[in-house]
């Protein structure tokens, strides 16, 4: 019987010992409204209690999510992939860089002939300027572009991007046969400030949501 079904059989019996005490004798009212009280008492009582079997049924249809091994092979797979490819697109950049800046300056690199011309030497010079395309801001804000693109800006796979950048230039001093010219260099700080500065505003935006 639901509660609602026990209160308004309650209700009803009351009604009915009231009714039987005005045509009864007092003392017997009097006892028929103690049965009554009892009557509530317990029946207001009731309260509700799953069962031990629902309890169980109910756990035992909680889903529960496995790791897929092959998903996850294959996750880590491409993450790799994506860094080798921007370590391999830093030490080619660099290294053109670096001829660029040979070219503008007159200088031979390593197993590098060298022949300008008066042209080409001024193309050079216009291309590793401060606003030129092989410049240190276009040059590092190339290198940032293809690492967030290949991380999705995501920030663990940022991290890794990171790695990446610092394997393909150190790649990009070893094909140079020396340290790679000053504007490469600049262009590694440049690189890593931006890493660093994207760094701090994740860290940001996450504490901030945690507030």
């Known amino acids: 019987m639901s509660v609602n079904g026990v209160t308004d059989s309650v209700s009803s019996n009351y009604s009915g010992y009231t009714n039987y005490s005005q045509s009864t004798e007092t003392k017997t009212a009097e006892k028929a409204a103690t049965d009554t009280a009892v009557s509530e008492k317990k029946d207001t009582g009731v309260v509700y209690e799953a069962s031990k079997d629902a309890t169980k049924t109910n756990a035992s249809t909680k889903k ?31 290294t053109k860089q670096g001829k660029t800046y040979n070219k503008a300056n007159g200088l031979k690199g390593l197993y590098e002939s060298l022949e300008v011309d008066a042209a080409t030497k001024a193309q050079a010079q216009a291309d590793i300027a401060d606003d030129g395309y092989w410049g240190v801001d276009q040059t590092s804000s190339r290198i940032f572009d293809f690492a967030m693109a290949l991380s999705g800006g995501d920030p663990d796979q940022m991290e890794k991007m990171r790695d990446a950048f610092l394997k393909g230039y150190k790649q990009a001093e ?24 994207y760094k701090k505003e994740n860290t940001s935006n996450v504490t901030e949501s945690q507030v």
């Not at 070893?174 to 500065?197: C, M």
């Open 174 to 197: 070893k094909a140079w046969g020396d340290s790679l010219p000053d504007i490469s260099k600049r262009t590694y700080d440049a690189v890593i400030e931006k890493f660093d500065n």
């Open 64 to 94: 529960t999510s496995k790791a897929d091994p092959a998903l996850i092979a294959k996750l880590k797979q491409d993450a790799n992939q994506r860094a080798q490819q921007l370590q391999s697109i830093v030490e080619q950049l660099m």
